[in-house]
């Protein structure tokens, strides 16, 4: 069987891990929180109703890609590229392809830098890999203005970064809603994965403070998964609503 991401990818260890993905959810929230195509989230209603269950559902079909056979994964990029059609359809306008190459270009960003959080540093090559395999998500979505290597990625990732972010009502807004949905103490540790993975530039933008006393926590982490005990302060940081989802995702890699 073909599959869209070959099965010694470095992409399928990094998503194949529910503790990096829940640093790139939350690098993810900051971003989508900044973006100056947020208003696009809010048309629908679903991002300001459901913050954490919309930016679980971006993860979730990245995982679907990245996980399936290269027939399945591209049935799912075209499903995800229709619904976005139905939004610009109802809305009477049409999303700039700049908003797009932006979530590939975090979902990029964060794979690495989320991996190298908790795990080690990547290659070069590692990292090119996990560039090329959303690039062809964007290819296959038609997008406009995709990068042609790794490099041109990180000059074009640092272009959008300086031009597309703003700190405006919505962004206070999203985060009233985190702070609603999450509870003050996982809100607290949300703002302190923000501060750890997400790039500077990102982090100027927002009130995530400057000790980053989580990583005192990542270390006993780190410690506690050499003795396989890690999961019980895993899953004491997890929504509720979520935790059997993301548990899930370390197991289901198919």
Do not use: C
């Amino acid at each position: 069987m073909e599959y869209f991401v070959s099965e010694d990818s470095i992409v399928r260890k990094i998503w194949g891990k529910a503790d990096t993905i829940l640093f790139i959810f939350a690098g993810a929230a900051a971003e989508f929180a900044l973006n100056k195509a947020v208003d696009w989230l809010y048309f629908t209603g679903r991002l300001p109703a459901d913050p954490l269950g919309r930016l679980f559902s971006t993860v979730e079909y990245s995982r679907q890609i990245i996980f399936s056979d290269q027939e399945s994964a591209l049935k799912a990029i075209d499903r995800i590229t229709a619904i976005h059609k139905g939004v610009e359809n109802n809305r009477g306008a049409q999303i700039p392809d700049w908003a797009y190459r932006d979530v590939l270009f975090l979902l990029i960003d964060l794979s690495i830098r989320s991996y190298e959080l908790l795990e080690r540093k990547l290659t070069q090559a590692e990292k090119g890999q996990t560039f090329m395999v959303f690039n062809r998500v964007g290819e296959r979505m038609g997008l406009a203005g995709l990068p042609k290597t790794y490099f041109e990625y990180l000059d074009m990732r640092d272009e959008h970064l300086r031009h597309n972010l703003v700190h405006g009502e919505l962004t206070l807004d999203l985060y009233r809603q985190y702070k609603k949905h999450l509870g003050t103490s996982r809100y607290a540790v949300l703002k302190q994965a923000q501060l750890l993975v997400v790039p500077p530039l990102v982090g100027r933008h927002l009130p995530l403070g400057k000790l980053p006393w989580l990583l005192v926590v990542i270390w006993t982490y780190k410690f506690l998964r050499m003795l396989k005990v890690e999961t019980f302060l895993r899953n004491a940081l997890l929504p509720v609503a979520y935790k059997a989802q993301i548990i899930s995702m370390d197991n289901s890699q198919t």
